[in-house]
């Protein structure tokens, strides 16, 4: 009993240590003179004071089909872990059983018929000496830590995508209506080119482009519409609905969104913790190097403990009284003597598979650098591009005016009008596009960096989707 009381804390296999990752000490694309501030990463789509993001982005988290997915696989995980823990316990079973019984007749032996009846328990407990058992609990719990870093993952790319697709309809529903006043402003051109001409001001050449190009601009807005409705159907979907269902409470047209600039983005360090899907990456390796010592004890003897006791009688109010009853107890060892080496090259597996969740974990580590050095330079570039729109936007929109004030007067040709009409309304349109790509920067920035669900929602409180109470779809005659 010593012995075996010695040998059950012993667990064979490598024990679990976090790896050290040489990480760079700040970002390439930061000032390096400043001090860097950690980032501000709680609930950041806030930030854009967007009353209807922040609803859309509440719906989404309650109604996400990938969310509840991975809700889901979070309660696998608990249930594995639980499944995995009761096997460090003895097991206990119980039985019984009545019978009807007839003896044949022999010699001077006559038929007897009788009844029989049983009762007994049986017991059985693996010493998990080596710790095989220990090491499958040890690897559940770090695939329920996993699975839980899994939603965080799937909250985060979910919340950047509403976040995303919203301001891109934002962006289209600006651009339809810069086409369509510019479509306006070129229809009263035309018109004024029309009064000219028929006063022998102008050439019926210059009629026709005035109305070509107005007929262009306007060809620019079913493109524009169907990208809006695709970019609305796909929030639609996001949020858990049919792709319609958001129409109506879109369609009134609001501003592009803006967040507060610059963010702070701390150091390269911050996303080991901040970054769910490195989290998650590091508790698979770990998942994956306790299954390594998994497979080291089964290469060495298991030993048992088993019993039973059991009654037998005639009558049921005899068990355990006026009856028989047997018991045994006693220890069982079982040792691998030899397997053909299917034991050493289960080791060697469940190496090579430790060994490639150590890859992806360094792989997710460098993803995530790129990706927040990416959007960093992007979101930096993309302000300076914004200034030089902004700047070349008004002095086109001063053109324009003089040119229509000098064409009405007939002091300049309608090739300068048009010209300065149509460089117009390009860098009307860019700069909206400029704008976008800003906030989808600053969306992609704060998605790189790890997304801030701290304190904003507890993965233990998450309802899941029980199929056993979803209405069945039916199709519709």
């Known amino acids: 009993m010593l012995l075996v009381s010695a040998l059950s804390g012993c667990v064979v296999g490598p024990d679990y240590d976090i790896p050290f990752i040489a990480l760079p000490s700040a970002w390439g694309g930061v000032n390096q003179a400043k001090p860097s501030k950690p980032p501000e990463l709680s609930q950041w789509w806030r930030r854009m004071n967007d009353p209807m993001l922040d609803t859309l982005v509440e719906q989404a988290v309650a109604g996400n089909l990938d969310v509840a997915t991975s809700k889901a696989k979070i309660r696998e995980a608990r249930a594995t872990y639980r499944q995995t823990a009761g096997a460090l316990l003895p097991s206990i079973d119980g039985s019984s059983s009545g019978t009807r019984n007839r003896s044949a007749a022999s010699g001077s032996t006559p038929v007897d018929t009788y009844n029989q009846y049983q009762a007994g328990f049986d017991a059985s407990w693996e010493l998990d000496l080596f710790g095989g058992n ?65 006063v022998g001001a102008s050439s019926a050449v210059d009629v026709s482009n005035a109305a070509g190009q107005a007929a262009s601009t306007e060809a620019e807005v079913p493109d524009l519409q169907v990208a809006y409705a695709e970019a609305v159907h796909r929030l639609s979907v996001l949020t858990g609905q049919a792709p319609s269902a958001l129409a109506d409470s879109l369609k009134k047209v609001r501003p592009i969104p803006r967040p507060k600039l610059p963010i702070p983005t701390g150091i390269p360090a911050n996303i080991l913790l901040s970054r769910p899907d490195v989290r998650m990456a590091e508790r698979q390796y770990a998942q994956y ?18 019993g039973d006791i059991a009654t037998t009688g005639t009558k049921i109010g005899d068990l355990g009284k006026s009856s028989t009853i047997s018991w045994s107890f006693g220890p069982s060892l079982s ?28 792989s997710s580590i460098l993803t995530a650098l790129e990706d927040v050095e990416n959007a960093i330079v992007s979101l930096a570039q993309e302000r300076v591009k914004s200034g030089k729109l902004a700047s070349s936007t008004g002095h086109y929109r001063e053109a324009a005016r003089l040119a229509r004030a000098l064409y009405s007067s007939g002091s300049e040709s309608f090739l300068d009008l048009l010209e300065a009409e149509r460089s117009l309304y390009s860098a009307e349109d860019s700069l909206i596009e400029s704008q976008v790509a800003i906030t989808t920067d600053y969306i992609a920035l704060n998605k790189a960096l790890g997304g801030g669900w701290s304190g904003y929602i507890e993965t233990s409180k998450l309802e899941v989707i029980d199929a056993d109470t979803q209405p069945r779809l039916a199709s519709k005659r």
Do not use: C, H
């Open 134 to 198: 220990k090491r499958a609990v040890e690897a559940a719990r770090y695939g329920m830590d996993a699975a839980e870093e899994d939603l965080r993952s799937t909250l985060l790319t979910l919340v950047g995508d509403v976040a995303s697709y919203y301001v891109e309809a934002r962006g289209y529903q600006a651009r339809i209506a810069l086409a369509r006043r510019t479509a306006a402003s070129q229809r009263e051109t035309a018109a004024l080119t029309r009064t000219k001409f028929e």
């Open 289 to 306: 190097t306790a299954k390594v010592g998994q497979a080291v004890a089964n290469r060495y003897p298991s030993v048992s403990l088993a």
């Open 335 to 362: 040792i691998p003597i030899f397997q053909g080496g299917q034991l050493k090259a289960a080791v060697e597996v469940a190496q090579a598979q430790r060994d490639q969740y150590f890859v992806a974990y360094r």
